[in-house]
């Protein structure tokens, strides 16, 4: 597909390969504009993120060396969802392998967290969904050593997310 076919003598194609980000970024090469400095998407939490995220997990008694990974199963699109039976045996396994789950989302996914839940074996998870701000969800997502995730907006903030709280020292 071209960007803005209608508008040129030549259509653009969009170079799919590349983060969406540094694709329109190459539209802008192709169109001629050489100065476009760019140290990548950056997302650093606040102070009061990193405390909300920190307060969340003391709360639910995590400790500095747990290892943690995250699930977001949520997704705007249902043909983009993942069934929740899967995240279950993933964090099924995970858990096997010595991983505390985490699960976030939005308030409004969380009938879909417990569907998750319902299938899990593990009993050694923890429940965000609903529970933290957008800069708390950031700061918190620092802490996990993985994401699995459907297409939705935290696979993207994980994929620019340039903090990361370090736990271990």
Do not use: C
Request: no cysteine; proline share 4%; net charge negative.
């Amino acid at each position: 597909p071209a960007l803005f076919k209608y508008f040129f003598d030549k259509p653009i194609a969009l170079d799919r390969g590349l983060h969406a980000a540094d694709m329109y970024l190459d539209v802008l090469t192709k169109l001629g504009v050489e100065d476009l400095p760019n140290d990548g998407l950056k997302i650093v939490p606040t102070e009061a993120a990193l405390r909300e995220a920190e307060e969340f997990y003391l709360q639910n008694n995590v400790a500095r060396d747990d290892k943690l990974i995250g699930f977001n199963i949520g997704s705007a699109s249902a043909t983009k969802r993942w069934l929740p039976e899967r995240f279950a045996k993933v964090a099924d396994h995970v858990a096997n392998q010595g991983y505390r789950p985490v699960f976030f989302g939005s308030v409004g996914e969380m009938a879909m967290v417990e569907e998750t839940l319902d299938s899990l074996e593990t009993k050694s998870y923890i429940v965000a969904t609903g529970k933290l701000s957008v800069g708390g969800l950031v700061a918190a997502m620092g802490w996990i050593d993985f994401l699995v995730t459907n297409d939705s907006g935290p696979i993207h903030l994980s994929l620019i997310l340039i903090y990361r709280f370090r736990r271990r020292g």
